[in-house]
């Protein structure tokens, strides 16, 4: 029993030592462990504060620990160099090159960027060269360094290790990543070289290169480099086909369809087409409303495509574009009107009614309406539009549309707002619907019921196509805008109704009206508006003269407003296309360009510039 109990004490005594030992270590383990973290923050902080001998201290403490090196590297090697302690820092890089230490080659780097730090440009230059021939076969590590290069702006080297190891490769890799690197170095030549080059590498890329080439053209002389290195390229390589697509897809960024029907010809010819991109260059020249090039390529199609895909819609296109290059041409020559008529009857009479021509008519229906005075005739046409077999659904809606404009041509507006209103109703969430409600605005707008504009306009802002949302955002501002300062409104409506008569081509009575609103609404908000409007119906009258006075009215003393840009852009073509005087539509375009250089007429002003300078654009 005694030495039970005897053995029996000397476990309690023990295990009780034992338990007060592991209390002890439980409770300060964590403050051990916050002492190995309180070191790394505390030299964050000497560090981030530029306190290095602090830092360098600390850091020395960490390193007792070896593993710690890993952690603490960048910000105790940029320490080293700040003391001044180059050999300390070669030390540690070798070191770690030598423990072939994870990411080894970015050690490497380091050791490199060392011995050109400390003006050894002889064996930075050998280490860099033995680095890029080491790891070129090794796309992952290539491009890890090379994008480490790049952050430590070593860009002469980063280009060297891509190009070591583009010879073990296609003689088009890393071209993304050489032209994003040649974008830092200021090489613009040599950026579109590259991204060219990844084009090259991977065709699927070529929307992606276009966005990149896009980014990168600011002015005239950067879309004059790129065309040079293109046409360099074709000279070398006559039978590689992306070039001339670049060409054709730069020339429509300059928009100039001159070079991209050449272009796109050449691109039809190449390849066999059936006249598709010719039609694209076309259609875009036409939305540009540079007729000129426009009426060039629909007629390349009806000339040469006789039997092709896109004859009919070329021949239509054809006769619409010398339509609104007639509706654009003042005063408006009635026997083009007439013409054109011919040629629309001849195109139905040859081709017959069918999906395409049957658009044919409804275009007839409105020259008759508009420019005939024969709104009974239109009415007819559009009438059988409606109930024709080929048109579908939305041209008959739009031929809806069309008949509430000659309605209301006919001053009938009760019908129009009813025809407007049957499209909405049919065409809620769609354009369509929204270019119904729209014209509903305008027509409440024309009669003087602002409050009711409003309504239709409120709704409209929401839109989802961005014209139709922008038209609706102007008008009501402008509605919002002049009718604070007339609380009868007064001068408001009858502005609208001068609107209604240029709807209805009444220029006479509408030229009297802005005259009679001019002098007795002498200083109110809408005299700027009155001006463009009255310079405006001036000019549809062929009183050039007397418009370019409007004109230079809001230029002078309202030239930061709404219409100044409008003002002062349409005052440069009138003097280059009705007036035909070079040299004051050259200054106009170049001083335009300096002032309102975010305007929406920029690019159309400089290309007329450039033209009226007399360089070589086409």
């Known amino acids: 029993m005694n030495t039970i109990f005897?053995?029996?004490?000397?476990?309690?005594?023990?295990?009780?030592?034992?338990?007060?030992?592991?209390?002890?270590?439980?409770?300060?383990?964590?403050?051990?462990?916050?002492?190995?973290?309180?070191?790394?923050?505390?030299?964050?902080?000497?560090?981030?504060?530029?306190?290095?001998?602090?830092?360098?201290?600390?850091?020395?403490?960490?390193?007792?620990?070896?593993?710690?090196?890993?952690?603490?590297?960048?910000?105790?090697?940029?320490?080293?160099?700040?003391?001044?302690?180059?050999?300390?820092?070669?030390?540690?890089?070798?070191?770690?090159?030598?423990?072939?230490?994870?990411?080894?080659?970015?050690?490497?780097?380091?050791?490199?960027?060392?011995?050109?730090?400390?003006?050894?440009?002889?064996?930075?230059?050998?280490?860099?060269?033995?680095?890029?021939?080491?790891?070129?076969?090794?796309?992952?590590?290539?491009?890890?360094?090379?994008?480490?290069?790049?952050?430590?702006?070593?860009?002469?080297?980063?280009?060297?290790?891509?190009?070591?190891?583009?010879?073990?490769?296609?003689?088009?890799?890393?071209?993304?990543?050489?032209?994003?690197?040649?974008?830092?170095k200021g090489d613009i030549n040599r950026t579109f070289e590259e991204l060219i080059n990844y084009a090259l590498y991977d065709p699927a890329q070529l929307e992606t290169v276009q966005r990149a080439l896009q980014n990168e053209l600011s002015n005239d002389e950067d879309y004059q480099k790129l065309e040079t290195v293109l046409y360099e390229r074709i000279n070398k390589e006559p039978n590689e086909v992306l070039y001339n697509e670049l060409l054709l897809w730069l020339s429509l960024q300059q928009k100039n369809f001159s070079k991209a029907l050449t272009q796109a010809k050449a691109l039809d010819k190449r390849q066999k087409g059936n006249g598709a991109k010719i039609m694209d260059v076309a259609d875009i020249a036409r939305e540009n409303k540079d007729y000129t090039y426009a009426l060039e390529g629909y007629q390349y199609i009806v000339t040469y495509y006789k039997d092709g895909y896109y004859y009919n819609a070329a021949r239509k296109q054809l006769i619409q574009v010398r339509e609104e290059q007639i509706k654009n041409t003042y005063p408006i020559d009635r026997v083009e009107v007439q013409r054109l008529l011919v040629d629309y009857k001849k195109l139905i009479t040859e081709r017959g009614i069918n999906a395409v021509t049957v658009e044919a008519l409804r275009n007839m229906a409105l020259l008759y309406a508009f420019y005939e005075n024969r709104t009974d005739t239109a009415k007819v046409i559009l009438e059988s539009v409606t109930r024709n077999a080929y048109a579908d659904k939305r041209l008959v809606n739009r031929c809806k549309l069309d008949l509430g404009d000659i309605y209301l041509l006919d001053a009938q507006p009760w019908e129009s707002t009813l025809l407007y209103s049957q499209v909405e109703k049919e065409y809620k969430e769609d354009p369509m619907g929204h270019e119904a409600k729209l014209r509903n605005a305008k027509l409440y707008y024309y009669k003087g019921e602002f409050e009711l504009a409003q309504e239709q306009l409120d709704v409209l802002k929401l839109a989802t196509t961005r014209e139709i949302s922008n038209d609706a955002i102007r008008m009501s501002i402008f509605i919002q805008e002049n009718i604070g300062m007339d609380s009868t409104e007064e001068a408001m409506q009858r502005y609208a109704a001068i609107e209604l008569m240029l709807f209805r081509q009444q220029l006479d009575l509408a030229l009297s009206s802005t005259e009679l609103l001019l002098k007795e609404f002498p200083r109110h908000s809408l005299t700027d508006d009155i001006y463009w409007l009255r310079a405006n119906i001036l000019r549809r009258m062929s009183r050039t003269e007397a418009a370019i006075v409007d004109l230079e009215k809001i230029k002078s003393s309202y030239a930061q407003d709404i219409l100044g840009d409008d003002a002062a852009f349409l005052l440069a073509e009138m003097y280059d296309y009705d007036v035909k005087n070079k040299e004051r539509a050259m200054d106009l375009y170049q001083k335009f360009l300096i002032e309102y250089p975010g305007s929406i007429y920029t690019a159309d002003a400089r290309k007329r510039f450039r033209v009226l300078r007399g360089d070589k654009v086409n």
Request: overall charge positive.
């Open 6 to 184: 005897k053995l029996n004490f000397i476990f309690n005594k023990y295990y009780k030592h034992v338990s007060l030992l592991t209390w002890i270590v439980l409770c300060f383990f964590p403050l051990l462990l916050n002492a190995q973290t309180d070191y790394f923050q505390l030299s964050k902080e000497y560090y981030n504060n530029h306190d290095y001998e602090k830092a360098y201290a600390t850091y020395t403490a960490l390193l007792k620990k070896e593993e710690n090196i890993y952690k603490i590297y960048p910000d105790y090697l940029e320490t080293l160099y700040q003391l001044r302690k180059e050999d300390e820092a070669e030390k540690i890089i070798r070191k770690l090159i030598k423990a072939q230490a994870p990411d080894n080659e970015y050690y490497r780097v380091d050791l490199a960027l060392h011995f050109k730090r400390i003006q050894l440009p002889d064996k930075a230059t050998k280490e860099i060269t033995a680095l890029a021939n080491d790891i070129a076969r090794s796309e992952i590590k290539v491009n890890g360094v090379g994008q480490y290069l790049i952050q430590r702006q070593a860009y002469d080297w980063a280009e060297q290790v891509y190009l070591t190891s583009r010879k073990n490769f296609d003689r088009y890799a890393y071209s993304f990543e050489l032209a994003s690197l040649y974008k830092r």
